[in-house]
């Protein structure tokens, strides 16, 4: 099993990054995908939610009207689009993959997203 996130990187404020995580191993159609992200000091939050079948979505408020979450079951893939970026979305970037029956759950390691002028 595998989540491989990619796309991060060092961006100026306003900003915008395309976080993409690919998938393996796994029936990736069945499962929920979230992205998360970690700043240091910080617990890890969740970002953005998106269903198995692509058709729900869920942001929390502070990356509303300014994240996409979108995926792509034929190519197992999960994107986050990341426009306007401010210095506070400075992060790792988390994939993680939810199957609720039964309960599993799976982690990328992580890409370094960093806003700063």
């Known amino acids: 099993v595998q989540l491989v996130e990619s796309g991060g990187g060092l961006v100026q404020p306003g900003g915008s990054l395309r976080l993409s995580c690919a998938a393996s191993g796994f029936a990736f159609n069945s499962f929920a995908m979230r992205w998360y992200r970690q700043a240091p000091g910080e617990e890890r939050d969740l970002v953005a939610y998106?269903?198995?079948?692509?058709?729900?979505?869920y942001y929390t408020d502070s990356v509303k009207g300014r994240f996409t979450i979108s995926r792509d079951n034929a190519k197992n893939t999960v994107d986050l689009q990341m426009n306007s970026l401010k210095p506070e979305d400075t992060a790792v970037y988390y994939c993680h993959a939810r199957r609720t029956s039964p309960l599993i759950d799976y982690w990328g390691r992580g890409t370094q997203v960093t806003v700063s002028s």
């Open positions: 998106i269903n198995s079948l692509g058709v729900s979505t």
